[in-house]
């Protein structure tokens, strides 16, 4: 079993749109989650973590994580061209000497005029 | 704003041959990793560098690789003998303070390596 589960896309959508991108994991270790934001032949750039359960809102980004269910979501609003990267969900385990985030394989997201 | 930079950009060397990637990490940053993402496949942890020595490594991180700072700015990847799977694109990143901490860890643009 995977330790971090994503859907690859490619998943589209017009401009202006509500985006929900999902996660699932199986470790029950993580408490720290992450969405980063990938362009073409780029380093992954933070948008949003989360410790444990909970939600966390940023602008138009909303981060939502749900431990019982090992199931984490990002939801962009107002969709903008712009947008259009792979998101990729990150989670760590907490306590001294964790220091890797696992990754999931990203969501290829294009959004269209 | 401050970045994490890398070269080169893209190395292209014969299999056997080796590899020296080099970083910059953010300036008053104390942790230092090295993450590789080979096309189309996930992120994958290689090593985390903290107070000169290695903090954790992954399983893909074997004798073939090794990490130094060999001075106060720079942070190398040393891949000995390069093989064909180890095309791909290395990541360098840096964080104030521990990753597991939910501490923002900041990526560098990559290095392309391709080992033909």
């Known amino acids: 079993q995977k330790e971090v589960e994503q859907d690859p896309g490619p998943l589209s959508v017009p401009e202006g749109a509500i985006v929900s991108l999902n996660c699932t994991y199986s470790?029950?270790?993580?408490?720290?989650f992450m969405w980063y934001r990938q362009y073409s032949r780029k380093g992954p750039e933070l948008l949003m973590y989360t410790y444990s359960s909970g939600n966390k809102e940023d602008g138009r980004f909303t981060a939502q994580v749900d431990k019982s269910s090992k199931y984490i979501s990002l939801f962009i609003r107002d969709s903008q061209p712009s947008d259009s990267a792979t998101y990729l969900c990150?989670?760590?385990?907490?306590?001294?000497?964790?220091?890797?985030?696992?990754f999931g394989k990203g969501t290829k997201l294009s959004v269209i005029p | 704003e401050p970045e994490v930079t890398q070269t080169p950009s893209h190395q292209v060397t014969q299999m056997g041959q080796e590899v020296i990637l080099r970083c910059v990490p953010i300036s008053n940053h104390l942790y230092f990793y090295w993450y590789r993402q080979i096309l189309g496949q996930k992120v994958e942890f290689l090593v985390s560098?903290?107070?000169?020595?290695?903090?954790?490594k992954s399983e893909i991180f074997d004798d073939q690789f090794s990490v130094e700072r060999p001075d106060g700015s720079n942070f190398t990847l040393k891949i000995r003998s390069t093989k064909l799977e180890d095309s791909a694109m290395y990541f360098c990143?840096?964080?104030?303070?521990?990753?597991?901490?939910?501490?923002?860890?900041?990526f560098g643009e990559g290095s392309w390596l391709t080992v033909v």
């Open positions: 470790n029950s270790a993580f408490q720290y």
């Open positions: 990143a840096s964080s104030e303070l521990t990753g597991s901490g939910g501490n923002t860890i900041y």
């Open positions: 990150a989670m760590s385990p907490s306590g001294a000497g964790s220091y890797q985030l696992t």
């Open positions: 560098f903290y107070n000169n020595e290695i903090s954790e």
